[in-house]
């Protein structure tokens, strides 16, 4: 019988949730993985916001630093008005898939958006698009509120990003512009058809809009949802309770992870973890081409 990977033992740990730069991160893949590997993480998830742009980086990072990363996505999907994120976990990203397809509309639509808050701001605040553009990584990445945000501070019209989000970007200020997001239901299956497995990133959190109403988890559920991000910075114990709960009557999977963006939030890399046979579980559940990127 072959030996257990380290990132697999029973002692690993794993933290299924992280962002970078691709997205709405602070650092690079690169950074990234190796501060994950100096916190003592065995394995980490890269679910940048609707891009894969970082895998490829991350595969040198994981043979660079000594841990395992996982390929995946944090899907953005709305629901009612309010935004539901569901984490894919292992999925294949080519072209063609509905997958692929949803992401490149929320991409295209999510850059426009961008560029009309920015222009309502500038008849307010000294913010030109080329103050968000600098603070955007690359070409690939998904220009969102969180590099308005960081181009608010730049100029010095608020203190950092949550004063930004509290106030000037708030979905109920008047700088708000909405962007296209597919239905949760629609996402879940997408995944799916992308041989992914689909996890309902912090569902009890009240941050973006409100909590995630049980009947539409439901519904998630009954559309292939795989898994629930149960341990989460922003679940208290009876979030965590009721959770675990829910997924042990419809046998999905527990996760857990950080949601670290670096400095653009409080998260710590490895503050929240997943168990490694639910890792395996989800390993085992994924019907891509899709591998872990291995140290």
């Known amino acids: 019988m072959p030996e257990t990977p380290r990132w697999l033992s029973d002692d690993a740990r794993i933290d299924l949730h992280t962002h970078s730069r691709c997205s709405d991160g602070t650092t690079t893949v690169a950074e990234l993985v190796r ?34 990363v996982v390929p995946g996505i944090e899907v953005s999907t709305e629901y009612r008005h309010f935004s539901v994120h569901v984490l ?27 560029r009309a808050m920015v222009e309502r701001l500038g008849a307010d605040y000294p913010i030109t698009w080329e103050d968000v553009a600098a603070q955007v990584a690359g070409e690939n990445t998904t220009v969102g ?53 689909s996890i309902a990133a912090h569902p009890a959190s009240g941050m973006r809009g409100g909590q995630v109403p049980d009947g539409l988890l439901e519904s998630m559920i009954a559309s292939g949802l795989g898994g629930i991000e149960v341990d989460h910075r922003e ?3 009876v979030a965590r309770a009721r959770l675990r709960d829910l997924t042990r009557a419809s046998d999905l999977i527990v996760t857990g992870g950080s949601d670290y963006h670096g400095a653009g939030k409080p998260n710590a890399l490895g503050e929240n973890l997943t168990a490694p046979a639910a890792l395996s579980a989800l390993i085992e559940r994924a019907a891509s081409r899709t591998e872990v990127l291995l140290p």
């Open 35 to 68: 501060r994950a590997a100096e916190s003592g993480l065995d394995a980490i998830a890269l679910t940048d916001h609707d891009t894969v742009a970082g895998w490829d980086e991350a595969a040198r990072a994981a043979r660079a630093h000594g841990i395992a």
């Open 145 to 197: 509120r969180p590099h308005i945000a960081d181009a608010l501070v730049a100029c010095g019209v608020v203190p950092d990003r949550s004063a930004a989000f509290g106030e000037v970007l708030s979905p109920q200020g008047p700088y708000y512009v909405r962007h296209y997001a597919p239905a949760p239901d629609v996402a879940v299956r997408a995944i799916a058809d992308a041989g992914g497995v």
């Open 235 to 237: 679940h208290d114990d």
């Open 88 to 114: 894919a976990i292992l999925p294949d990203p080519s072209a063609g898939t509905a997958l692929a397809e949803e992401l490149s509309r929320a991409r295209a639509s999510r850059d426009g958006r961008a």
